[in-house]
């Protein structure tokens, strides 16, 4: 076994979901991103952001905190107020907690403490 792990359970709740939602918003991301290059950077950053999480690496939480912000501000770019609308609100909340989760003062302490 090589010591790596996709999921960490002895992880505050906070960056434990904010794992597994730059895994599933990374891997949708690449579902529907194919043919736009910047799409897909903010997928695969949001899946190597997920992973480096996981194995408690800087760089992880740096490059999942960088995917998650350009991915919420591209949508609130692209799609202004009708932002607020039925289909795009749905993207607007799941991106928002995103932020959220890896922004909140329980992850940065965590992340500042354990990982190297």
Known sequence: MNGYRWINPNQPQTLYGATMLSYLDGAFGLLYGLGAPL???I????L???WGIANEKKWGYWVAVAAAAMQLALLLLFYGLRVLG???IMNLMFD????GLLLHPMSRDYQRLWFR
């Open 39 to 41: 799409l897909m950077a």
């Open 43 to 46: 997928a695969v950053g949001l």
């Open 48 to 50: 190597a952001g997920g």
């Open 86 to 88: 039925f289909p795009q």
């Open 96 to 99: 928002a907690l995103l932020v």
